[in-house]
């Protein structure tokens, strides 16, 4: 029954297939830096009156939003999850940028591998590679 509810959802709200990701700072031009230098994101714009930007991420559509605050609560909100196709190239890209992360990768044989990491104000990233895609 709930199947024939969700499509009905999906149109009376309009989605347009776009998902813009709040994420709090307390610096925006370092939060600027780090997802732009370490993730590879995009500047799109940027609004000092409100000290909030959004940044292009490389999932089309996708946009991370990072509003400035004076302090950020760890560990709390959504936990924004990229995929990647080599999960252990990724990690080394993290390495190198000395990157905080949450132990090793994860596995979930035949099925995820998982790997948490941490933005410079604790905020928890993470990326999968899908196993269940690869052969």
Known sequence: MATTLEAPARAALGYDGGLTCAINVTD??????????VLGMNLLYRVDEIAWC???????RVNVGL????????GGGATLTFGVTDIEAA??????????QDGPI????????????YDPDGNALMLYQDLMQAG
Do not use: C, H, N
Request: hydrophobic share 45%; proline share 4%.
């Open 106 to 117: 994860q596995d979930i044989p035949g099925m995820v591998r998982l790997l948490t990491f």
């Open 28 to 37: 925006l031009d370092a939060g600027i830096a780090w997802y732009r230098d």
């Open 54 to 60: 959004e940044l292009e991420s490389p999932v089309g």
């Open 91 to 100: 990690q080394k890209v993290l390495d190198s940028a000395g990157v905080r």
């Open 67 to 74: 509003a400035q605050r004076e302090s950020v609560a760890q």
